[in-house]
Nanobody, 125 residues
Framework: QVQLVQSGGGSVQAGGSLRLSCVVS????????MGWFRQTSGKAREFVAA????????YYSDSVKGRFTISRVNTKNTVYLQMNNLKPEDTAVYYC??????????????????WGQGTQVTVSS
């Protein structure tokens, strides 16, 4: 049974920073590609960032590129999302996700089999 447990998040003013963490348990973390998505009420879950387990190559949505950084520490079974220069439009529930599908397209929700519980990020102007 694979479980993703998120921590971090909260409320911050525009321009501030937050860091989200996601710990994976149950199977070998290093075999999963990891992603972060976010969702606001009434909208579909939106891709934010992802990282390959083998190469460590990161991917970002245009809306967060240059402000957010995804990283992983395989020895800690943890993936992070460092969010800097936050904007009110970044307000959402953020979810981490894991996929073991080889060379999956990481920018869509389909390939991901496992999801974290979600954490609220609120950015005030």
């Amino acid at each position: 049974q694979v479980q993703l447990v998120q921590s971090g998040g909260g409320s911050v003013q525009a321009g501030g920073s937050l860091r989200l963490s996601c710990v994976v348990s149950g199977r070998s973390f290093s075999s999963y590609d990891m992603g972060w998505f976010r969702q606001t009420s009434g909208k579909a879950r939106e891709f934010v960032a992802a990282i390959r387990w083998s190469s460590g190559i990161p991917y970002y949505s245009d809306s967060v590129k240059g402000r957010f950084t995804i990283s992983r520490v395989n020895t800690k079974n943890t993936v992070y999302l460092q969010m800097n220069n936050l904007k009110p439009e970044d307000t959402a529930v953020y979810y981490c996700a894991a996929t073991a599908i080889f060379r999956a397209v990481l920018t869509t929700t389909g390939p991901y089999s496992y999801w974290g519980q979600g954490t609220q990020v609120t950015v005030s102007s």
